[in-house]
């Protein structure tokens, strides 16, 4: 229970502090990489509390990690390219998204160490 309440609760305090004018579409961008685990559907079963989730479900593996931190890299690939505001929005979007799914993998592997 306390992992899931982590899954909230850390968004919401990164949301608060980083983010602090846009913190509640910051927010709803980081809850919502919590779809990341729609791939616990494919195993069998869906749920175990004792699982390590982090290198067994596909979304959770080392290349999807991977392409995690690309997409939280992404503002830094066009930092000196001039783009339009909506390819800025889009930018930390794809970086929040990023972000997200990090913060959800470091969640996950916490309970990989205990
Ligand atoms: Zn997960």
């Known amino acids: 229970m306390l992992h899931i309440l982590l899954h909230f609760i850390v968004p919401l305090i990164i949301a608060r502090v980083f983010y602090r004018k846009k ?3 910051a927010f709803l961008i980081l809850i919502a990489t919590m779809i990341v685990d729609a791939d616990h559907l494919l195993a069998d079963p869906v749920y175990n509390a004792n699982r390590c989730s982090i290198g067994f479900h596909p979304l959770h593996t080392v290349w999807a990690i991977v392409i995690y931190i690309l997409m939280f890299l992404v503002p830094y690939y066009f930092k000196s390219a001039k783009l339009s ?8 979007r794809i970086q929040l998204a990023g972000l997200g799914l990090l913060i ?10 205990i």
């Open 104 to 113: 959800h993998m470091i969640l996950d592997g916490l309970d990989c160490l």
């Open 23 to 25: 913190w509640k579409s």
């Open 85 to 92: 505001e909506i390819e800025e929005k889009w930018n930390r």
